[in-house]
C-alpha cells in the first residue's frame, strides 16, 4: 500500500512560468518530508525538505508548502528554467531512517 | 571528494545467475540503503543497514541479499530467487545520527537480465 502518492505523472510548464508539484500521503505518524530530483540514468539529488512543526520552507526557486491537515504537500518552483526539467519525488518518513517515496512527477520545462 | 560510487553502471546477466552490485560511500555514513526502481513506480527499499554487521529488511526483500562488513561497503546481491530483477538499483546513505537527515544517492545501476 503506497502512503505517498503524487498523482500527476507528468508537468508540462513554459520557461519563466510556475511549476506545481503536489504530493499526498496517508500516514499521519509521518514528520519529516523531503522532495528529490532525478535525470534519467542518475541518481536521485535532494532537492528541500520540511519537517512537521513548519508549513512552508523556501531556498531561492523552491518553496515546499506543508498541509498537515490535508496530508497534502507541494512544491514550487518559480521560476522555471530548461534545466529544471527531470523527475521530482516526494518522500517522507517517521520514527526511523526509511523513506517513502512517491511514484514521481516528470516536468518538462518548455522554451 | 566524498560521495557514493556504484559500480558499473550497465549489468547484463543470463536468467538463473546470481550477480553482486557494488556500493561505496567515503561520506562516513552510518546508515545505508539499497532501493530498486521500475517504470512509473517510487523507489522501493529492498534493505538498510543501520551500523556495521546489521541490516534489515525493507518492503521488497524476497530475492536479494546484502551484508555490511564494513562502514564503507554495502554490496548487495541479486539472486536466481528473485522473479524480476532487471531494474535500477541505487543505493544511498544517511549520517544516521538523527531523525531528520536526508539520503545521499550513488548514480545507479541498470541490471539487465537476459
Known amino acids: 500500500d503506497q502512503q505517498v502518492k503524487q498523482n500527476s505523472p507528468s508537468l508540462s510548464v513554459q520557461e519563466g512560468r510556475i511549476s506545481i508539484l503536489n504530493c499526498d500521503y496517508t500516514n499521519s505518524m509521518f514528520d519529516y518530508f523531503l522532495w528529490y530530483k532525478k535525470y534519467p540514468a542518475e541518481g536521485p539529488t535532494f532537492l528541500i525538505s520540511i519537517s512537521s512543526i513548519k508549513d512552508k520552507n523556501e531556498d531561492g526557486r523552491f518553496t515546499v508548502f506543508l498541509n498537515k491537515s490535508a496530508k497534502h504537500l507541494s512544491l514550487h518552483i518559480v521560476p522555471s528554467q530548461p534545466g529544471d526539467s527531470a523527475v521530482y519525488f516526494c518522500?517522507?518518513?517517521?520514527?526511523?531512517?526509511?523513506?517513502?517515496f512517491g511514484a514521481g512527477t516528470t516536468v518538462t520545462v518548455r522554451a | 571528494d566524498g560521495g557514493i560510487t556504484q559500480s558499473p553502471k550497465y549489468l547484463f546477466r543470463k536468467e538463473g545467475q546470481n550477480v553482486t552490485l557494488s556500493c561505496e560511500q567515503n561520506l562516513n555514513h552510518d546508515a545505508m540503503y539499497w532501493y530498486r526502481q521500475d517504470p512509473g513506480q517510487g523507489l522501493r527499499l529492498i534493505y538498510y543497514?543501520?551500523?556495521?554487521?546489521?541490516?534489515q529488511k525493507g518492503d521488497i526483500a524476497e530475492g536479494y541479499s546484502v551484508s555490511r562488513e564494513k562502514k564503507e561497503s554495502f554490496p548487495l546481491t541479486v539472486t536466481s530467487a528473485q522473479k524480476n530483477p532487471t531494474a535500477f538499483y541505487l543505493c544511498?546513505?544517511?549520517?544516521?545520527?538523527?531523525?531528520?537527515?536526508?539520503?545521499?544517492f550513488g548514480p545507479g545501476t541498470r541490471l539487465t537480465v537476459l
Open positions: 543497514s543501520q551500523i556495521v554487521n546489521d541490516f
Open positions: 518522500a517522507a518518513n517517521w520514527g526511523d531512517y526509511k523513506l517513502s
Open positions: 544511498a546513505s544517511s549520517t544516521g545520527t538523527g531523525l531528520y537527515n536526508e539520503q545521499f
